[in-house]
């Protein structure tokens, strides 16, 4: 079975595999005070282009890493403005809910919340007797989206100007950032990133790494005692080293953007062949998702032989589906795929 | 000035406060253990038609009691389905989420959440992998809706047993019950209603008193334990008292029915007056909030005399604007916005 | 039947039932926007001696104004400084947990949280890891406090110079402040209170109203969207008319002064008697609450008549009962009391 | 410098790294339903002598596994009663409190919350009127205890019979479990303990993994949707392989209870020749936590070499220090740790 569907199939890359056992054997401080750890929050700064004006954390997973930083900045009644698409609204179990804070849910196009989005959310929230409505507090975006769009550095710019107009912080979950990055038509990379939002985190569960994500803090209102809201959201690895191995070696030598490319070569691979089919898209990206729309008979003929992901349907014979590609996914798997649909389409 | 914007301008009914005044020397145990909570929760239960099967709680308001109520029922991870105009999602303060719950607001027609509205939802979060989704626990109406409309008894049994085939709650909140129960084209009473929910409160702040509402649970999950929880939710009233002597008196030769009656037949009165000069309406209803499609002029115009609550703009000149009246709504007074309106429309 | 086991058996003040009365009538705004309210809200700036440096607001009960204050400003990772036997870590059934937070309760001496005390938690946690522990940063103290003892003005002094001087803030729950500052060894007033502590309130409840507080902000760290905390604590009353009217009252002509002292002079009045006959107490105070060691034989033979309020066990026959007066209580009643204990001790 | 402060100083157990190898290359399911998790699921059932009647989920570390195992299980107004040395108590920086529960925080001896213990705090709740107290649900434990004593069969049984008797549950936090239950003086193992509480978390990341715990549902009332409370809790590993490579090799050929034997081992060593050497101890236990009380000027002079764990301090000149032994400690180092303390007592 080759599986295309999601992007957490495979294991960790072999580089950061090698970095693990050969450390393995030295005793080191718990709780990210670990010599590793501290070698990566050096070489993450680096790669942002910032020094020890950002704080740097390492983190085990997305979904807590979200719930952490919107939990450490928001009172109880200060919300959260996102795509209706957005992860932590679909996708993470109510754990922001959980933690006390609504999510105002806005459909955009494209999975990308724009100004003239947050605008109208604002907007409309103002218009209603202050005190009896939620007070919004943070726009949340993820680059690439749920959907595989990114946003351009002009639309990110427009974004955080008006956030910042109306004193909204900007926090943007990179769950892909490696992909999005990487992708041809990308025009943004870290340290403009780190000047235009409040908060961002770098993911590397789904670009080679075997769990880890990287938060950045750049608004001063974000650092003071972050450590214990990393305790309470269950994201203070015992023992960290096994993050600070992983992420030392994902930005030594730029590993991290080297390894996210080949995820989205391939997957443009597939696109370029079913475009040529004449298969529409229900979304176009140039990142490691592709979402055609398929007929299920197609689907169900290959489906002993590749798994992708059911997204949703678009008519009775017909539905969207996700191709997955990743940092690991191997050119000749994307092959086989293509000469199984080659013969359906 | 006369107030038409809202169900809170008024006191409380000249019974109540008699009642109020004349036992007021009386010492009495606090936190509800007092003599008239006693018997306002005996005349309660004799108007729903039941006996202890019911537990009835009297609290102090609309917004926390469904707080209560809810935070009561759900685990962390279990979530509400209502109208996306439902008061818990809009005019709440996040309140619900505060206690750690999403709601899963869902677009509907002119306010009711069907069973077809409920059935989507359900069936939408059942396509999702278990485990990343909430749960969905509990659904929310409240009848009158936030636009002022009925559920028939038909559409209230089939949602109800749609909830009970697939193991959902249904709460009714009922901050206008006064009114949805003397309505014209109501075909509902309290003991249907005790029959198809599993929880519900009758409104009475907005009925006649000044303060206070009733909850009925009368599923048994809903039971133990629920003082805690009225403590929690800031509900428990030191002394109780003051809702006991108000909820007495207003099921005491069925006073809760007689007064809500008055609010509908001006607001009718109104309804009227408007179709005859060709005004259209945001949605059609037959109780004591009227949703007129007014040009911003003509309400400009009488602004000094009557103020009527803005609800949402149509076009460059003209608004929804809400029509409220209540048990306390004085006939001439409605005669006078008629007047007023006549010599504009 | 003669209860004296609590400060909740009575109704409302004379001149405040009048003044609900008189104004029952008037057409008024929602939400605490009536001109009573505001009325209430510039009397109680008066009676600080502060102008609109402070905000006033009126909530409808003690237990959810401390959780509102509270959970308005800590973050999830910040705790409270009380007092084991505080009411907020006894008696509230877990509601500042419930929002949150937790308490480090502390074992103190007669109630009473002194600077020391206070440091000495500080310390302690000073010691651990940054990040496992909970940072401390609201102490919460009451005045009286729940063993009716009393603050001098010194004690404050020195708990708030120690709170600012390490960026703690102190609250006061003022639920029996009224008797406290008419105590015969009272030294603080209003004003003083508003330059020693961040926050307070003024109970009103066991004070003379049927409900209402008077929250004070003093800290400008406590006083954005307030409102909203307000609301999802439960306390917004919809009729805030209910506050505002009795408030006023209790404002004007130092009435909430003149009947608290009724209390405490009753109170004082037992206890001169009981120590005559050589009863012990558990702990001295010139409040409205007495606690003292009886025999159990004595409390049954006068429990038909008179009820007490069981504290705790001291050996096989005796324990200590609170006697419990207040604003209402009759001095005949306390006479007959008197003179039943009188034939038994 | 050889560290014997913690037991989270080492990397992960050779053979268990020699899995993680091995497995990289294969593609597997996310979020736990890889082949090695449910290998591990089934491994560590067998070794617990129970089937399908117990659940068995991985999770990533301890402090969030009490957390989500509390927060599952308890409505809001439901405390937790524990020794005030528990972890939960003090070390996890009020992640229990943040998801909205009490903790009933009891003194104990020796970190041993007995039947004895719970029954007073349960009798003096009891006494209090309910509604305003928390409503006790669950009793946390851990074995070995933050003072690395054990429980015997025997107070385990009356403990569990207790909580039986009143309905509550017996929640057993066993993140140090291995040495426990190779201790010389044990009587427990891990089927008597599946049959003496409701539910219990067996530690691994202490115990030769480098991350990973895995929690045990006996109680069918912990059961339904844990998943969900997994993801809420931050727990649920997106690439569980992590989890299950490691434990399925713990739990295969009893590595988990060989490796944890030489923690116990090497205590034991210091153990006896402190004791030769006429030191006290805070407490008598024979796991692999030992505190002595030493002269700070002992400590002071070995620093450079030796990472003791500060406690507590006992007069002017000496403390209580935790000496930490582990799996992986190599008796050469403790060799010279008694060699360079030998010149100094």
Same mark, same amino acid.
């Given at each position: 079975?080759?599986?295309?569907?999601?992007? /957490?199939?495979?294991?960790?890359?072999?580089?950061?595999?090698?970095?693990?056992?050969?450390?393995?054997?030295?005793?080191?401080?718990?709780?990210?005070?670990?010599?590793?750890?501290?070698?990566?929050?050096?070489?993450?700064?680096?790669?942002?282009?910032?020094?020890?004006?950002?704080?740097?954390?390492?983190?085990?997973?997305?979904?807590?890493?979200?719930?952490?930083?919107?939990?450490?900045?928001?009172?109880?009644?200060?919300?959260?403005?996102?795509?209706?698409? !957005?992860?932590?609204?679909?996708?993470?179990?109510?754990?922001?809910?959980?933690?006390?804070?609504?999510?105002?849910?806005?459909?955009?196009?494209?999975?990308?919340?724009? !100004?003239?989005?947050?605008?109208?959310?604002?907007?409309?929230?103002?218009? %209603?007797?202050?005190?009896?409505?939620?007070?919004?507090?943070?726009?949340?975006?993820?680059?690439?989206?749920?959907?595989?769009?990114?946003?351009?550095?002009?639309?990110?710019?427009?974004?955080?100007?008006?956030?910042?107009?109306?004193?909204?912080?900007?926090?943007?979950?990179?769950?892909?950032?490696?992909?999005?990055?990487?992708?041809?038509?990308?025009?943004?990379?870290?340290?403009?990133?780190?000047?235009?939002?409040?908060?961002?985190?770098?993911?590397?569960?789904?670009?080679?790494?075997?769990?880890?994500?990287?938060?950045?803090?750049?608004?001063?209102?974000?650092?003071?005692?972050?450590?214990?809201?990393?305790?309470?959201?269950?994201?203070?690895? !015992?023992?960290?080293?096994?993050?600070?191995?992983?992420?030392?070696?994902?930005?030594?030598?730029?590993?991290?953007?080297?390894?996210?490319?080949?995820?989205?070569?391939?997957?443009?691979?597939?696109?370029?062949?079913?475009?040529?089919?004449?298969?529409?898209?229900?979304?176009?990206?140039?990142?490691?998702?592709?979402?055609?729309?398929?007929?299920? %008979?197609?689907?169900?003929?290959?489906?002993?032989?590749?798994?992708?992901?059911?997204?949703?349907?678009?008519?009775?014979?017909?539905?969207? /589906?996700?191709?997955?590609?990743?940092?690991?996914?191997?050119?000749?798997?994307?092959?086989?795929?293509?000469?199984?649909?080659?013969?359906?389409?």
């Amino acid at each position: 079975m080759i599986f295309l569907n999601c992007d /957490y199939n495979e294991g960790v890359h072999p580089k950061i595999l090698e970095r693990i056992v050969e450390t393995n054997d030295s005793q080191q401080l718990g709780y990210g005070y670990d010599d590793y750890s501290e070698n990566a929050r050096r070489l993450i700064k680096k790669a942002i282009g910032r020094g020890d004006d950002v704080d740097v954390y390492l983190t085990v997973g997305g979904t807590p890493t979200n719930v952490l930083v919107l939990s450490h900045v928001l009172k109880p009644f200060e919300a959260i403005i996102a795509a209706d698409s !957005a992860h932590i609204n679909t996708h993470e179990a109510g754990s922001v809910e959980a933690r006390g804070h609504k999510i105002l849910a806005t459909p955009v196009k494209d999975g990308k919340l724009l !100004a003239s989005d947050v605008k109208k959310v604002v907007d409309d929230l103002r218009r %209603e007797p202050k005190g009896h409505v939620v007070e919004p507090r943070v726009v949340y975006i993820s680059n690439p989206t749920e959907l595989g769009t990114l946003y351009t550095e002009a639309e990110l710019r427009e974004l955080y100007a008006y956030c910042k107009s109306i004193n909204l912080y900007l926090y943007m979950d990179g769950a892909r950032l490696g992909y999005g990055l990487t992708a041809e038509d990308n025009d943004l990379d870290l340290p403009k990133i780190s000047h235009l939002t409040d908060a961002f985190y770098i993911g590397c569960t789904k670009c080679g790494a075997i769990c880890g994500e990287a938060v950045v803090l750049i608004n001063d209102d974000f650092k003071e005692n972050f450590f214990q809201s990393i305790k309470q959201a269950g994201q203070l690895l !015992a023992k960290g080293r096994l993050l600070g191995t992983q992420l030392e070696t994902l930005f030594t030598d730029d590993l991290y953007f080297k390894i996210c490319k080949n995820g989205n070569d391939l997957a443009l691979k597939v696109r370029e062949f079913l475009k040529s089919k004449g298969v529409k898209f229900m979304v176009e990206t140039s990142t490691n998702q592709q979402f055609p729309i398929l007929k299920d %008979e197609v689907v169900e003929k290959i489906k002993d032989d590749f798994t992708l992901d059911y997204t949703k349907r678009i008519d009775e014979e017909s539905s969207v /589906y996700r191709i997955c590609t990743s940092w690991a996914t191997k050119e000749e798997n994307i092959d086989k795929l293509i000469e199984a649909l080659d013969a359906l389409l």
